[in-house]
């Protein structure tokens, strides 16, 4: 049985036809520039690439082409399932849930924590259930791994009523990249999930760090928001909460434009004054450019820091994962990361980091080295997978 996987942001629509057992990917593409006129949806049909004009920009369009091409493919029928990537679930989602109009209700509250994805999210889900009006419509939750966090590690030392009232706590995110990599990670160690503690980095343009404990996250980077923790390509990470009183007393910002420009602004992209791109940060300050090297600098002190304070809540490390486009890719940051590292007992494989490149999973350190290994995450199949397991359960 296929698996249709969508993730529907403001103006996207991302999305892959795959079986959830093999992990083979049967179609795959993206939607974007979705409510303007220059839309166009691109579709990957295993080696052959289209691309189709949306004049009309909409997701009713972006999933019309879509069934064109599953019709022409001739897999219509054979698909089973819809899972839907939803970035908040609040506390209300610590599982993925078949979408009933009271699931889709819980998903609309949980709009204030999540103002710009949830919505897109809902809009999606929405137009995806008229278009494959037949098939069971599954949401799964960037948050809902990590609702077994403890409260320790998730209250923020505020006054009690922000979080009794509105919700202020840590959430995090990530969460099924970070399921992911975890269960493949106890795998590549020869150790059963339940039995291992890790720290899982996702370095993407958003970057989180998580600790996994026996397959349970115990405490992640991101907070009430995606803002919160390590540096990122655009976004700071942590600052000082009272950094917005300052900027709007000293540069007359506004809350919004201080905001916007911690998101959209900062981290790696504002260090450098440069670009949010860590493969041309590493070429520039090769050549020899101080922000470039001042922002990777900044990235791997921060992410050494706060993988060393993730050990805390595991007591015991036993691994520690790459990956995301930066964790898969760059030896440089991984390397840079391991030698600030040694206080928890890692020693790089130099040979062995170079290799983990361009999709190379392994292991990246010395035998007598604590381990770290570079696994290569796939939302998508997680997703799927996901979405597998919650309809057997219904079914069952
Ligand atoms: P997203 O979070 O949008 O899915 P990715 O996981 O693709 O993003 O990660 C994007 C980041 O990965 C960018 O900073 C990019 O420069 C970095 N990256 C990709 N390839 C390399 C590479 N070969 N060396 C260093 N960084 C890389």
Redesign the pocket.
């Known amino acids: 049985m296929w698996t249709l996987v969508l993730n529907c942001g403001s103006s996207s629509v991302k999305f892959a036809l795959l079986d959830p057992t093999s992990g083979e990917v049967r179609l795959s593409g993206l939607a974007e520039r979705l409510g303007s006129g220059a839309a166009s949806v691109r579709v990957d049909r295993g080696g052959e690439r289209v691309t189709h004009p949306l004049p009309g920009g909409s997701y009713p369009e972006a999933f019309g082409v879509l069934l064109s091409e599953l019709g022409a493919l001739g897999v219509r029928g054979d698909v089973g399932a819809v899972g839907h990537r939803v970035v908040h679930g609040g506390e209300r989602f610590s599982a993925p849930a078949l979408v009933t109009p009271e699931v889709l209700e819980a998903i609309r509250a949980c709009v204030p924590l999540a103002p710009l994805h949830n919505p897109a999210n809902l809009a999606g889900i929405e137009a995806a259930r008229e278009a494959f009006p037949d098939l069971p419509h599954v949401a799964v939750f960037d948050t809902a791994f990590h609702q077994t966090i403890p409260e320790v590690a998730y209250r923020y030392a505020v006054p009690e009523a922000w979080y009794t009232q509105h919700g202020v706590r840590r959430y995090g995110f990530h969460g099924t990249s970070h399921a992911f990599v975890s269960g493949e990670a106890a795998r590549m160690l020869g150790r059963d999930l339940s039995d291992v503690n890790l720290v899982t980095a ?6 989180s760090v998580t600790a996994v404990r026996g397959g349970r996250s115990v405490d992640t980077s991101m907070g009430l928001t995606p803002l919160e923790g390590v540096v990122m ?1 655009t976004r700071s990470g942590d600052v000082d909460p009272g950094l917005h009183d300052f900027l709007a007393r000293q540069a007359g910002l506004s809350l919004g434009e201080i905001t916007a420009a911690l998101n959209k602004e900062s981290g ?1 992209l504002g260090l450098s004054n440069l ?8 070429e520039a300050a090769s050549r020899g450019h101080a922000g470039a090297r001042l922002a990777v600098d900044v990235f791997v002190y921060r992410l050494a820091k706060t993988i060393a304070g993730m050990s805390v809540a595991l007591g015991r490390l036993d691994g520690l994962v790459f ?11 991984r390397a840079a990361t391991l030698g600030r590292l040694g206080v928890l007992g890692f020693e790089v494989d130099k040979a062995a980091n170079a290799q983990a ?2 999709g190379q999973a392994g292991f990246i350190t010395t035998p007598q080295s604590t381990p770290a290994l570079v696994v290569n ?1 796939n939302e998508e199949l997680m997703i799927a997978r996901e979405t597998a397991r919650i309809l057997q359960g219904e079914h069952a």
């Open positions: 996702h370095l993407g343009n958003g970057c390509g790696l670009t949010n791109d860590m493969r041309e940060l590493e990956t995301g486009g930066i964790g898969e890719n760059s030896a440089g940051v490149v361009r995450t």
